[in-house]
């Protein structure tokens, strides 16, 4: 399992777990174990059984690019997490603009500094378009409004899993 831009939180429970090979990676991350670009994944092809990405791609110059990449390492049926930050009201399409370059300016655009895109209804079709068999996990409609509570869920937020 390659886990890019590792959170604390998720670490030692992977790290833990005796039948999972877990690799870390991470462009600056000190936590991470390999140093990566997520653009050029510095493994082979086919090499690796799942990948865990959580709010990396909106980072990214090239998310097509990074896709892509993701894609290339994956096992023929291996699976990865790509989870993205939604703002509401969401657009219908993923909004970019390679001219916005300030922080402040990229705040208002992107819902936040460091931000370089915000997506879209169009999340899905995204991933679908590298050639990802795409999951949109609703799991959080069966919760109940105490349990979205307790857990601190965003509403709406679904799990989006790919399989290549």
């Not at 690799?23 to 653009?39: F, G, N, R, Y």
């Not at 402040?104 to 991933?127: C, I, N, P």
Request: hydrophobic letters at 40%; glycine letters at 4%.
């Amino acid at each position: 399992m390659l886990h890019v831009a590792p959170e604390l939180c998720f670490m030692d429970r992977f790290e833990s777990l005796d039948n999972l090979d877990y690799i870390t990676a991470d462009i600056e991350s000190p936590l991470a174990k390999v140093k990566m670009d997520i653009h050029d994944i510095p493994f082979e092809e086919n090499s690796i059984d799942i990948i865990f990405c959580n709010h990396v791609l909106e980072h990214v110059a090239d998310d097509i690019r990074a896709l892509n990449e993701i894609k290339r390492v994956l096992k023929p049926g291996g699976w990865a997490i790509l989870q993205v930050p939604f703002f509401h009201p969401l657009p219908k399409t993923t909004y970019e603009d390679k001219s916005i370059t300030s922080p402040t300016e990229r705040e208002k655009a992107f819902g936040q500094d460091d931000h370089v895109r915000m997506y879209g209804e169009d999340y899905a079709e995204r991933l679908a378009s590298v050639g990802f068999t795409v999951d949109e996990d609703k799991l959080i409609n069966e919760l109940s409004e105490e349990e979205i509570r307790r857990y601190a869920l965003p509403e709406n937020e679904f799990i989006y899993r790919v399989v290549k």
